[in-house]
């Protein structure tokens, strides 16, 4: 019962918004080295690639343990043009397997070794990751990326993280030695100064100064059911520890963030922009007004998939497409 609540509130409730926004390609696929397919299948063997919400399809058996096409293949070897694997760090409430559908298997089509992990899975739990506090499962990302390394002898990866794939992380390269670990660093809807949720972080801040008896046990209750959720907003502890030294792009790290402006889980969306020499700061509306997609349909999206294989190996970089992305299934492609 637990888990199916949690689901429902963190996933399902958000899958209503997303469905509003549903990413729909047709036509050719993004990576220049592509097979054009019909209808929103990029096919290019060994795997297909679908850019919907389609491609999430049920929740695969095996849960947390179902790895997305093209990812954890352990004898997967770097090439000299991709030299880094790629590690993938799902968002809360998700699982591997669905949080990548689509980038998966178009980073494992483009020539890369990809890896991808379940994290922050409470006891007993199998289908909704993420809820562990960030500081633990940031442990769990450096056993996983030790791991890649040995697995392939590469020296570093590169890191693509979605949502609260895109804040652990920076605990691990900020307080773990990531940084010595990590290249490159592509962010989808990225959270770094937390969001306000309209309102929410100003409300909870008032109601602990005012009503600090009733403050703490509620506070104690949210903790038990999701370890990482008071973490995200504006303000929190966890992120004011973190950015303490006032460093949010990691030295030694490059840092490509892509964000929406139909974000309506980071309010606002500029919570995910880092102003520094090793950033770059994309809005997907600013390469193609076309695109709708908004938190979790970034993570499907033909526009920041050309992104995310653009800052991954930027000396090959292609043109993004802009393909319109609307409500439903069957939108039309523009050329």
């Not at 389609?54 to 293949?73: C, E, F, H, K, L």
């Not at 949210?222 to 030294?245: H, K, P």
Request: charged share 10%.
């Amino acid at each position: 019962m637990r888990a199916f609540l949690v689901r429902v509130g963190l996933v399902a409730a958000a899958m209503t918004l997303s469905i509003a926004g549903a990413t729909t390609a047709f036509g050719a696929g993004v990576a220049h080295a592509s097979v054009p397919g019909t209808n929103s299948v990029y096919v290019h063997s060994p795997y297909p690639v679908l850019f919907s919400a389609a491609s999430v399809g049920p929740t695969p058996i095996g849960g947390a343990a179902a790895s997305p096409a093209g990812a954890n293949n352990w004898s997967c070897k770097p090439s000299a043009q991709h030299p880094d694997p790629v590690v993938l760090v799902h968002g809360l409430g998700a699982t591997m397997a669905e949080n990548w559908s689509t980038m998966s298997p178009l980073l494992a089509d483009n020539g890369y070794c990809v890896f991808a992990l379940t994290y922050g899975l409470d006891p007993g739990e199998n289908y909704v990751g993420g809820l562990e506090p960030m500081e633990v499962s940031s442990q769990q990302l450096a056993s996983f990326i030790d791991k890649v390394l040995a697995a392939t002898g590469a020296a570093k990866v590169d890191l693509v993280g979605h949502s609260e794939g895109t804040v652990m992380p920076q605990y691990y390269l900020k307080r773990l030695g990531g940084a010595a670990k990590v290249n490159r660093y592509v962010a989808l809807a990225p959270l770094y100064q937390g969001t306000t949720l309209y309102g929410l972080s100003a409300g909870i801040t008032a109601f602990e100064t005012y009503l600090p008896s009733m403050a703490a046990p509620i506070e104690s209750l949210v903790a038990s059911e999701c370890g990482s959720c008071q973490s995200f907003l504006n303000g929190s502890a966890f992120l004011t520890n973190l950015y303490r030294d006032g460093v949010y792009a990691v030295p030694g790290v490059t840092y490509t963030t892509i964000m929406t402006r139909y974000d309506e889980l980071v309010v606002p969306y500029t919570s995910g922009e880092l102003h520094a020499p090793n950033a770059t700061n994309i809005i997907v509306q600013d390469q193609c007004p076309l695109d709708f997609s908004e938190h979790l349909t970034l993570a499907w999206d033909p526009v920041a998939a050309q992104d995310i294989l653009n800052a991954l190996d930027p000396g090959d970089a292609q043109p993004v497409p802009c393909t319109l992305v609307l409500p439903g299934l069957g939108a039309p492609t523009f050329p």
